[in-house]
C-alpha cells in the first residue's frame, strides 16, 4: 500500500508550490468564517438563547462546523469531470492502480494540508477573539465524533466523484457541482445549526445524506444527542456510504464502457 | 525459434458515439433540450498479429484510427466488436497481471506529475509495479544514461523542455520493464537530434530486452528506422500490411537514379532520361518511373560518359503519399 501513501505525499507536495493559491483559498475560509461568526455573535448575545443553544454553544457550533467542513469539503475529486474530459484519467487507467484509492488519496494529501492549516487559524481565532467555547470531555463523544467524520469524508467522497463522473457524457460537469455547493451550504450545517429550523423539516433533513457531513458529527461533539440518537445516525450515515459506493461502482462501470478516451 | 503472437487482434470495430450540435447560441440550447448522436466508425473490421518481440510501425493520416487501435489494446477502450488479445489477456479486463506487462506512451499526454521532479514520478511507478529497489535502481540508471537526462531527475517536470520531458516520459513507462510498449507520436513537436536519440534509444530497448512494440508516427523517418513491417490505416482500415520493403517495391512511384559524370552533359539530354532533382557537375540526379529503371539505367550507361551510377529506392514519405493518393 505504499503506493497510497506516495500519492498522498505528492499531492501534499505538490499544494505547497501553489502555496499562494492555497494561502488565499484560506483566507476566503476564515472570512467566510467571522462574517458567520460576528453575525451569530451580533444575533446571540450572552445570556439568551435561540433553541438549544447559548452564545458558547452556537460560538462552539459555528467553530466545530468550520473544521469539520475543512476534513470533508477539502478533495481533489472535483478534478475528476475534466481529467476525464481532457482523457488525462487514462494515464491511472493503464496502470495497475485502484481509481477510486488513487483519487481517495489524493484527497487524503489535500485533507492534510487543509487541516494543518485550520488548525493553525483556530488556534489564532483563539487568541485574538477569545471566545468561550464549549470543550468537551467526555472521550465517548469525542470517539463517536471522529467515526461521524469519517462517514462525513467518505459520503462526500462518492458524491463528488459521481459528479465527476459525469465527464463520461457531458463536458459540463461544473453545473451540478454549483447545486451541490449550493446544498451542502444550506441543508449540510455548515452556516446555522439545523435543530433551528421547524422540527418538521429536521425530521425529513435527519434522512439527508447531507445532514451527515457537517451537522451530525459537531452536534455529536457538542453531546447533545442522545446515545440512541447518535446510534440512529450513525446508522443512516452507514447506509449512505453503501448506498453511494454502490452508485459510484455502478456509475463507473456505465462510464468506462462510455469512456472515449479523448484528447490523444 | 517459435514465434509466439503477443498481439491478436480479429474483426476489430470501434464506433464512437458523438454528440452534434449546430452553432450558435441557438444551437446550445438546442442541444440542451435533446442532443443528436452521430455514431462515428473509428475502426471498421482490422485483424492482424504482431510477434513477440516484434517492433511495428502503424502509418496513417490523422484520424485514421492508429490511436483508436492502440487504445483498444491497451485496454482503455471496449472495442465495439471483435476479439482483441494482448499477452493472452482480453485488455478492457484491466487485470493487474496484463497491466502490469504493458506501457503505453502518450506523446501529447503526460503522466509526469508536473510540479514535480520527474524521480517523484519514477519512485510512484516503482510501488505500483512492486519493482525492487536494487531493480530499479539498475533500470533508472541505464535509462538514463542512455536518454543523457541523469542531471535533470531532479528538477521539477514543468521547467524541463519538451525533449527531456519525452525523455523522462519514456523513463517512466519502462520502469516495469513492459512486455509490450505503445507509442503513440512520441517524437511529436521535437527537435530532429532528440527525435534521433529517441529513436536510437527504442531500437536500443526492443533488441536489448526483446519487448513487443507498436509505434505510431507522423514522421516516415520514425517508422523507416525502427520497423521493419509496418501496417498502414487509412479511415478505420488496413490497406496495406508488411515489410516496408515490400511496400517500397509495391508502391514505389519512381526510383532514385544518382550519376557521376565524367564529362559534361547538355542538360536536354539528362532530361530526356526523366525528371532532374539535382545537377551540379559532376553530380546529378534523375527521377525515374520505378519500371523504367532498368531501360533507363541501360540507356545511360550506353550513351552518358558516367563513372559511376547509382539506383535508389524512392522516399518513403512520397511511397505513402502514393499509397494514399491511389486508394482515393
Same mark, same amino acid.
Given at each position: 500500500?505504499?503506493?497510497?501513501?506516495?500519492?498522498?505525499?505528492n499531492?501534499?507536495s505538490e499544494?505547497?508550490t501553489?502555496?499562494?493559491?492555497?494561502?488565499?483559498?484560506?483566507?476566503?475560509?476564515?472570512?467566510?468564517?467571522?462574517?458567520?461568526?460576528?453575525?451569530?455573535?451580533?444575533?446571540?448575545?450572552?445570556?439568551?438563547?435561540?433553541?438549544?443553544?447559548?452564545?458558547?454553544?452556537?460560538?462552539?457550533?459555528?467553530?466545530?462546523?468550520?473544521?469539520?467542513?475543512?476534513?470533508?469539503?477539502?478533495?481533489?475529486?472535483?478534478?475528476?469531470?475534466?481529467?476525464?474530459?481532457s482523457g488525462d484519467?487514462s494515464n491511472?487507467?493503464i496502470k495497475?492502480?485502484?481509481?477510486?484509492?488513487?483519487?481517495?488519496?489524493?484527497?487524503?494529501?489535500?485533507?492534510?494540508?487543509?487541516?494543518?492549516?485550520?488548525?493553525?487559524?483556530?488556534?489564532?481565532?483563539?487568541?485574538?477573539?477569545?471566545?468561550?467555547?464549549?470543550?468537551?470531555?467526555?472521550?465517548?463523544?469525542?470517539?463517536?465524533?471522529?467515526?461521524?467524520?469519517?462517514?462525513?469524508?467518505?459520503?462526500?467522497?462518492?458524491?463528488?466523484?459521481?459528479?465527476?463522473?459525469?465527464?463520461?457524457?457531458?463536458?459540463?460537469?461544473?453545473?451540478?457541482?454549483?447545486?451541490?455547493?449550493?446544498?451542502?451550504?444550506?441543508?449540510?450545517?455548515?452556516?446555522?445549526?439545523?435543530?433551528?429550523?421547524?422540527?418538521?423539516?429536521?425530521?425529513?433533513?435527519?434522512?439527508?445524506?447531507?445532514?451527515?457531513?457537517?451537522?451530525?458529527?459537531?452536534?455529536?461533539?457538542?453531546?447533545?444527542?442522545?446515545?440512541?440518537?447518535?446510534?440512529?445516525?450513525?446508522?443512516?450515515?452507514?447506509?449512505?456510504?453503501?448506498?453511494?459506493?454502490?452508485?459510484?461502482?455502478?456509475?463507473?462501470?456505465?462510464?468506462?464502457?462510455?469512456?472515449?478516451?479523448?484528447g490523444r | 525459434?517459435?514465434?509466439?503472437?503477443?498481439?491478436?487482434?480479429?474483426?476489430?470495430?470501434?464506433?464512437?458515439?458523438?454528440?452534434?450540435?449546430?452553432?450558435?447560441?441557438?444551437?446550445?440550447?438546442?442541444?440542451?433540450?435533446?442532443?443528436?448522436?452521430?455514431?462515428?466508425?473509428?475502426?471498421?473490421?482490422?485483424?492482424?498479429?504482431?510477434?513477440?518481440?516484434?517492433l511495428v510501425g502503424f502509418i496513417g493520416p490523422n484520424?485514421?484510427?492508429k490511436t483508436?487501435?492502440l487504445?483498444?489494446?491497451s485496454?482503455?477502450?471496449?472495442?465495439?466488436?471483435?476479439?482483441?488479445?494482448?499477452?493472452?489477456?482480453?485488455?478492457?479486463?484491466?487485470?493487474?497481471?496484463?497491466?502490469?506487462?504493458i506501457a503505453f506512451v502518450m506523446g501529447q499526454k503526460n503522466q509526469l506529475w508536473w510540479d514535480l521532479p520527474p524521480m517523484e514520478t519514477f519512485l510512484l511507478n516503482k510501488?505500483?509495479?512492486?519493482?525492487?529497489?536494487?531493480?530499479f535502481q539498475e533500470t533508472i540508471k541505464e535509462l538514463s544514461s542512455l536518454l543523457e537526462i541523469g542531471n535533470i531527475l531532479l528538477t521539477p517536470v514543468k521547467k524541463l523542455s519538451l525533449g527531456q520531458r519525452m525523455k523522462c516520459e519514456l523513463v517512466a513507462a519502462l520502469v516495469h520493464r513492459p512486455?509490450v510498449l505503445f507509442l503513440d507520436e512520441p517524437t511529436i513537436g521535437l527537435d530532429v537530434v532528440i527525435q534521433k536519440n529517441l529513436r536510437e534509444f527504442i531500437k536500443t530497448y526492443n533488441q536489448k530486452y526483446?519487448s513487443?512494440i507498436i509505434l505510431t508516427s507522423h514522421y516516415m523517418r520514425d517508422v523507416e528506422a525502427l520497423a521493419?513491417?509496418?501496417?498502414?490505416?487509412?479511415?478505420?482500415?488496413?490497406?496495406?500490411?508488411?515489410?516496408?520493403? /515490400?511496400?517500397?517495391? !509495391?508502391?514505389? %512511384?519512381?526510383?532514385? +537514379?544518382?550519376?557521376?559524370?565524367?564529362?559534361?552533359? #547538355? *542538360?536536354?539530354?539528362?532530361?530526356?532520361?526523366?525528371?532532374?532533382?539535382?545537377?551540379?557537375?559532376?553530380?546529378?540526379?534523375?527521377?525515374?518511373?520505378?519500371?523504367?529503371?532498368?531501360?533507363?539505367? /541501360?540507356?545511360?550507361? !550506353?550513351?552518358? %560518359?558516367?563513372?559511376? +551510377?547509382?539506383?535508389?529506392?524512392?522516399?518513403i514519405e #512520397? *511511397?505513402?503519399?502514393?499509397?494514399?493518393?491511389?486508394?482515393?
Open positions: 500500500m505504499k503506493k497510497y501513501w506516495l500519492i498522498i505525499k499531492t501534499w499544494t505547497l501553489y502555496r499562494l493559491n492555497f494561502v488565499m483559498w484560506r483566507i476566503r475560509v476564515v472570512v467566510q468564517f467571522l462574517t458567520i461568526y460576528f453575525l451569530w455573535l451580533a444575533v446571540l448575545p450572552p445570556n439568551t438563547n435561540f433553541g438549544p443553544y447559548d452564545q458558547k454553544l452556537i460560538l462552539t457550533y459555528i467553530l466545530g462546523a468550520w473544521f469539520v467542513g475543512a476534513i470533508v469539503f477539502s478533495t481533489r475529486t472535483a478534478d475528476i469531470g475534466e481529467a476525464i474530459n484519467v491511472t487507467l495497475p492502480v485502484n481509481f477510486f484509492l488513487y483519487w481517495f488519496s489524493r484527497d487524503l494529501g489535500d485533507k492534510a494540508m487543509n487541516i494543518m492549516f485550520s488548525v493553525v487559524e483556530i488556534t489564532l481565532v483563539f487568541l485574538i477573539l477569545e471566545p468561550s467555547v464549549f470543550i468537551q470531555t467526555q472521550i465517548t463523544f469525542f470517539a463517536l465524533a471522529i467515526l461521524s467524520i469519517i462517514l462525513a469524508v467518505i459520503i462526500y467522497f462518492f458524491i463528488s466523484t459521481i459528479l465527476g463522473f459525469l465527464g463520461f457524457w457531458t463536458p459540463e460537469t461544473w453545473a451540478p457541482r454549483f447545486i451541490l455547493f449550493i446544498l451542502v451550504g444550506f441543508i449540510a450545517g455548515e452556516i446555522f445549526p439545523l435543530d433551528i429550523l421547524p422540527s418538521g423539516v429536521m425530521k425529513f433533513l435527519q434522512f439527508s445524506p447531507f445532514t451527515y457531513l457537517i451537522y451530525f458529527p459537531v452536534k455529536v461533539y457538542l453531546g447533545q444527542l442522545s446515545y440512541p440518537q447518535i446510534l440512529g445516525g450513525l446508522t443512516i450515515a452507514l447506509a449512505w456510504t453503501i448506498l453511494f459506493y454502490l452508485f459510484t461502482k455502478l456509475v463507473w462501470r456505465f462510464g468506462l464502457r462510455f469512456y472515449a478516451a479523448q | 525459434m517459435l514465434k509466439v503472437n503477443a498481439i491478436t487482434v480479429k474483426n476489430l470495430i470501434k464506433t464512437y458515439r458523438v454528440a452534434e450540435k449546430s452553432p450558435g447560441v441557438l444551437g446550445s440550447i438546442k442541444s440542451l433540450v435533446r442532443r443528436k448522436y452521430r455514431d462515428v466508425l473509428a475502426v471498421n473490421d482490422i485483424s492482424f498479429n504482431v510477434e513477440e518481440g516484434e484520424g485514421a484510427g483508436t487501435t487504445k483498444c489494446l485496454g482503455l477502450l471496449y472495442p465495439t466488436s471483435g476479439e482483441v488479445s494482448v499477452l493472452n489477456h482480453k485488455p478492457w479486463e484491466r487485470k493487474t497481471q496484463f497491466l502490469k506487462s510501488e505500483i509495479y512492486d519493482i525492487d529497489g536494487a531493480n512486455k526483446q513487443t521493419r513491417r509496418v501496417i498502414i490505416i487509412d479511415g478505420g482500415k488496413i490497406i496495406f500490411d508488411g515489410l516496408l520493403e /515490400t511496400l517500397v517495391k !509495391k508502391y514505389a %512511384p519512381y526510383k532514385l +537514379i544518382s550519376l557521376i559524370l565524367k564529362k559534361e552533359v #547538355d *542538360v536536354q539530354k539528362l532530361k530526356k532520361l526523366g525528371i532532374i532533382k539535382s545537377y551540379n557537375y559532376p553530380q546529378a540526379v534523375l527521377s525515374v518511373e520505378s519500371r523504367e529503371t532498368n531501360k533507363v539505367v /541501360t540507356e545511360i550507361l !550506353k550513351n552518358l %560518359p558516367v563513372d559511376d +551510377i547509382n539506383v535508389q529506392e524512392a522516399d #512520397d *511511397v505513402i503519399r502514393h499509397v494514399f493518393q491511389n486508394k482515393k
